[in-house]
């Protein structure tokens, strides 16, 4: 299995606190990415990380941002919470994306983090 | 946008053969991927079609049609462990190489 790890795996918090959620990753791979997954919803990008520093949006990235200092860690803050924002979060890595080989086609996701805006 | 569909439920008896369809339409595409997600747990890769037609591994198989913008995935000889959810993914192809989008899932329920 893919070295990846969540913190925390479950959290309860109030609305308008911010709460900053951890991925590490041993694995050395260049791209990170953070997925929230609600019912009827499937998975959806909220942001990914192609490198040290560098960072894009997904398709539901309001009221999120990230942060990736190291290679192994890439950080997901809610500044302000919302009830809305209560899903189960995972943290995916895969390796560099060259057009040969499955493996580059492949993620890895962590177990991920549930939580809950009261 | 992106949008791939998925039947939401599915129900087979162990040992008979199931297939679950998705359907997408994307801007770009580089790809077509499955992943299976146990009730409490994080999704794992099962396949991946970068070009038509069919890939095997073990019990289970996926198949692509880029010209109909459809692919499926094929497991046989169904088991009790295989009740999961199953999501089909698009790599986006055309604007950023490095985006997945997901099907919203068809959780398949094994039945004795």
């Known amino acids: 299995d893919a070295g990846i790890t969540q913190s925390p795996r479950h959290k309860v918090t109030e609305t308008g606190t911010p709460v900053t959620l951890r991925c590490h990753q041993t694995?050395?791979?260049?791209?990170m990415y953070w997925y929230r997954q609600d019912p009827g919803h499937g998975l959806r990008l909220i942001h990914y990380?192609?490198?040290?520093?560098?960072?894009d949006k997904g398709e539901v990235s309001d009221g999120y941002s990230v942060s990736r200092s190291k290679t192994e860690d890439f950080l997901l803050t809610l500044e302000s919470a919302t009830s809305s924002q209560t899903s189960v979060y995972f943290c995916?890595?895969?390796?560099?994306?060259?057009?040969?080989?499955?493996?580059?086609?492949?993620?890895?996701f962590g177990p991920g983090t549930r939580l809950t805006v009261t | 946008g992106q949008s791939l569909e998925q039947p939401s439920e599915v129900t087979a008896v162990e040992g008979a053969i199931v297939q679950i369809n998705c359907t997408y339409q994307?801007?770009?595409?580089?790809?077509l991927s499955w992943y299976q997600q146990h009730d409490g747990g994080a999704p794992t890769f099962l396949s991946y079609?970068?070009?038509?037609g069919l890939e095997e591994t073990g019990r289970f198989s996926s198949f692509l049609s880029r010209s109909d913008s459809y692919g499926y995935l094929l497991l046989q000889e169904l088991q009790m462990k295989d009740s999961a959810s199953y999501f089909c993914?698009?790599?986006?192809?055309?604007?950023?190489?490095?985006?997945?989008?997901f099907g919203s899932g068809t959780k398949l329920n094994v039945k004795p």
């Open positions: 995916a890595i895969s390796e560099s994306p060259t057009p040969g080989g499955q493996g580059a086609h492949e993620q890895y």
């Open positions: 694995e050395n791979h260049r791209y």
């Open positions: 990380s192609y490198g040290v520093k560098d960072t």
């Open positions: 994307t801007s770009g595409f580089y790809g």
């Open positions: 079609n970068g070009l038509d």
């Open positions: 993914a698009v790599r986006d192809g055309i604007y950023n190489f490095n985006k997945f989008y």
